[in-house]
């Protein structure tokens, strides 16, 4: 069983400035919910209900969302705006949120590392929330967890990319064992497309085994001089088995301003619009 999730929330979100000067970006709102809310619901339909967050200095604004705000709710109690936090409260009442702070920004690795505290020796999911999914009918994590009931071993989410795009993401080489299944043999982190040993882009989804945790301790800093999970999960490959999962849906990139965008005419489109004429209802009616 898989019962615990842990979110690298550290970063800063440079891409995104100014808007992430004093906000995390992990707080960016896709339509009504940021971000972390989208990673969270992902992680809790798929069972994982404890939460972890690697945070950061200027990131309190996470924490204050996964809490009650006694204020806020007694000024709305009985009205019809109630309804908008209920999704919220669900995720509140169904889960557990716990935080350590990454003091110095040395890499995903080292993020993950720092988790450790608060994951110990068990199988664990990794969200980075700025990639948004929306999984095809299950939910991304979910069908990894489902995956890993099968396999045991650590896996990483994988989408096709252009081999322009290859520099921004760790790329694995591996032997199909099943439709859309890899067994790793090789991971490059950020490769230009020359040395790339496919198309085949690792996404923020992950499912590790604690053992990752030691290796890396002993994992050198490695591109652009920080510790990356996909060398250490290199190590953990050569010494077991480390799977590649081409995931069913949709991912997109909201650490940027046109994956951002596009989220949001996505989730518009798709989930909101149908739901948004009832809430408005709702609303209008609580506030005469
Ligand atoms: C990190 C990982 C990279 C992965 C990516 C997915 O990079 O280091 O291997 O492909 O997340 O989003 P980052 O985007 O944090 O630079």
């Given at each position: 069983m898989i019962t615990k999730c842990l979110f690298p929330?550290?970063?800063?979100?440079?891409?995104f400035l100014p808007a992430t000067k004093a906000m995390p970006?992990?707080?960016?709102?896709?339509v009504d919910k940021p971000l972390v809310q989208y990673g969270v619901e992902e992680a809790v339909e798929a069972g994982l209900c404890e939460i972890g967050f690697v945070t950061g200095r200027g990131k309190r604004a996470i924490e204050d969302h996964f809490d009650t705000n006694y204020e806020l709710e007694h000024q709305i109690q009985?009205?019809?705006?109630e309804v908008l936090l209920d999704g919220i409260r669900g995720l509140i009442n169904r889960s557990t949120f716990s935080y350590t702070r990454?003091?110095?920004?040395?890499g995903l690795g080292h993020a993950i590392l720092t988790g450790r505290t608060v994951i110990g020796d068990y199988p664990f999911g990794v969200v980075l929330a700025d990639d948004l999914c929306f999984g095809d009918g299950i939910g991304v994590l979910e069908q990894m967890v489902n995956l890993y009931q099968r396999f045991k071993c650590s896996i990483v989410a994988i989408e096709e990319v252009p081999?322009?795009?290859?520099?921004k993401y760790g790329v694995i080489a591996g032997d199909a064992i099943?439709?859309?299944l890899y067994d790793i043999t090789d991971m490059v982190e950020k490769p230009a497309p020359e040395e790339a040993p496919s198309n085949l882009a690792i996404i923020g989804r992950y499912i590790l085994t604690p053992d990752i945790f030691d290796i890396l301790e002993s994992t050198p800093p490695g591109r652009g001089g920080e510790v990356q999970i996909t060398d250490a999960l290199k190590t953990q490959a050569k010494n077991g088995r480390v799977l590649a999962y081409k995931f069913k849906g949709r991912r997109f990139d909201c650490g940027g301003i046109s994956g951002f965008v596009d989220a949001t005419n996505y989730y518009y489109n798709r989930f909101f619009a149908c739901e948004a004429d009832d809430k408005i209802v709702s609303i209008k009616n609580s506030a005469k």
């Amino acid at each position: 069983m898989i019962t615990k999730c842990l979110f690298p929330v550290a970063g800063y979100g440079t891409r995104f400035l100014p808007a992430t000067k004093a906000m995390p970006k992990e707080m960016l709102p896709i339509v009504d919910k940021p971000l972390v809310q989208y990673g969270v619901e992902e992680a809790v339909e798929a069972g994982l209900c404890e939460i972890g967050f690697v945070t950061g200095r200027g990131k309190r604004a996470i924490e204050d969302h996964f809490d009650t705000n006694y204020e806020l709710e007694h000024q709305i109690q009985g009205s019809g705006k109630e309804v908008l936090l209920d999704g919220i409260r669900g995720l509140i009442n169904r889960s557990t949120f716990s935080y350590t702070r990454q003091t110095s920004m040395k890499g995903l690795g080292h993020a993950i590392l720092t988790g450790r505290t608060v994951i110990g020796d068990y199988p664990f999911g990794v969200v980075l929330a700025d990639d948004l999914c929306f999984g095809d009918g299950i939910g991304v994590l979910e069908q990894m967890v489902n995956l890993y009931q099968r396999f045991k071993c650590s896996i990483v989410a994988i989408e096709e990319v252009p081999a322009s795009e290859t520099h921004k993401y760790g790329v694995i080489a591996g032997d199909a064992i099943e439709d859309g299944l890899y067994d790793i043999t090789d991971m490059v982190e950020k490769p230009a497309p020359e040395e790339a040993p496919s198309n085949l882009a690792i996404i923020g989804r992950y499912i590790l085994t604690p053992d990752i945790f030691d290796i890396l301790e002993s994992t050198p800093p490695g591109r652009g001089g920080e510790v990356q999970i996909t060398d250490a999960l290199k190590t953990q490959a050569k010494n077991g088995r480390v799977l590649a999962y081409k995931f069913k849906g949709r991912r997109f990139d909201c650490g940027g301003i046109s994956g951002f965008v596009d989220a949001t005419n996505y989730y518009y489109n798709r989930f909101f619009a149908c739901e948004a004429d009832d809430k408005i209802v709702s609303i209008k009616n609580s506030a005469k």
